[in-house]
Every structure is written in structure tokens, then in C-alpha cells.
């Protein structure tokens, strides 16, 4: 029995170091020999080299000069990156109906001359609670309020839009999209920070 014992333990020792040490070291030397930026969090800077965020983790913006992302349910204020989650509200819940509602009129209020009823996703949360992207049409449904708050043409600001939607992965995988955060760096580095 003692024996078995021993080979038990050796057996677990082996598995231990070599799944939980030598081959995440290895995937994480190979990643930052192969993709340096996305292995270290393809993380976004500034017109000063000063780090802003990460393009893959959603972030709160509020001011009227700047794109908005759909709303999070990531930690008790929303796009915390160390509480990804989604809200798990279902369609009876009353609390989801409330702040829909709450949402709808927030947003119809602050974009008046926005086209069309709220798209969806400005007032639904994604599964992680972090999603960095919207759709192009969620994205366009904002233009006028970005134009009207930095007083530019709505049409400078929609080129700026065009030239940042990422199209499907590989040419078929998801849907054409939008990042928030770098969207919001390019009106910035177009038109300068609004103060």
C-alpha cells in the first residue's frame, strides 16, 4: 500500500509542475514572443503614452462629447474588471424593467436628435458586464449629441466612426463592430480633448 502511496504522490508532484508551472510559462513565453501587445493585455495609450485602458475591457464614459458603451452589471458600479459579470435579471424582472426604463429615458433625454428608437444593446448589459464594443448602429444612433457637445459637423464625426468599425474576424466570424474606448482616443486625437 505504501508503495502505491508513493507513486500516487510522485505522479501528482509531476502533473502539478508540469501543468501548473512549466506549461503556463511556456504559453506565456511563446504568446510574448508571438502576439507582445495582446499577451500583455493589449492594453491602449494615449497622445502621451500614458496607459488609458485595454481594448479588450469595457470602460465608463459619460460625458456628452464621447461615444457611450452599453451599460455593465460588472461590480456594484458597473465595468469593474475584477467582477465580470452579467446582471442574470430575466425578462420578469422588475428590477431590469426599472432600469431599462430608467436607461430609455436617460438616453432619449441626452440624445434628442438622435434617429429611431434607443438601440437595444445601449440599454442591455453583455454576458461579462465588460463588452469594449457596440455595433456600428448603436454607435451612429449617438452621432448627433458627439457632434452637437464638441460643435463639430455630425458628418466629421461620422467619419471618424467609419474609419474605426472592424469588420468580421477572418472575414465571417461575428458581426461588424466598434471599439468605445478607441473611437473615443481618434475624436480626441482629431478634434482635441474637450475640457
Known amino acids: 500500500m505504501r508503495r502505491h502511496i508513493i507513486i500516487g504522490l510522485r505522479v501528482t508532484a509531476v502533473t502539478l509542475v508540469l501543468t501548473g508551472i512549466v506549461y503556463p510559462c511556456l504559453v506565456t513565453a511563446?504568446?510574448?514572443?508571438?502576439?507582445?501587445?495582446?499577451?500583455?493585455?493589449?492594453?491602449v495609450t494615449d497622445e502621451s503614452a500614458r496607459v488609458v485602458g485595454s481594448a479588450l475591457i469595457g470602460?465608463?464614459?459619460?460625458?456628452?462629447?464621447?461615444?457611450?458603451?452599453?451599460?455593465?452589471a460588472a461590480g456594484e458600479k458597473g465595468w469593474d474588471a475584477t467582477a465580470s459579470s452579467g446582471s442574470n435579471l430575466g425578462p420578469t424582472s422588475r428590477k431590469l424593467r426599472d432600469r431599462v426604463r430608467a436607461d430609455i429615458e436617460r438616453l432619449r433625454k441626452g440624445n434628442p436628435d438622435a434617429a429611431g428608437p434607443v438601440p437595444d444593446e445601449l440599454v442591455t448589459t453583455s454576458a461579462s458586464g465588460l463588452d469594449p464594443h457596440l455595433s456600428p448602429a448603436a454607435a451612429l444612433w449617438q452621432v448627433p449629441r458627439v457632434a452637437r457637445a464638441r460643435a463639430i459637423a455630425p458628418e466629421r464625426v461620422l467619419a471618424i466612426l467609419e474609419s474605426m468599425?472592424?469588420?468580421r474576424d477572418l472575414g465571417l466570424l461575428g458581426e461588424p463592430r466598434v471599439n468605445v474606448l478607441l473611437l473615443n482616443l481618434a475624436l480626441d486625437r482629431h478634434f482635441g480633448r474637450v475640457r
Open 165 to 167: 468599425i472592424e469588420g
Open 30 to 43: 511563446v504568446a510574448q514572443v508571438l502576439f507582445p501587445r495582446q499577451a500583455s493585455g493589449s492594453l
Open 59 to 72: 470602460q465608463r464614459f459619460d460625458k456628452p462629447w464621447y461615444f457611450q458603451p452599453r451599460p455593465s
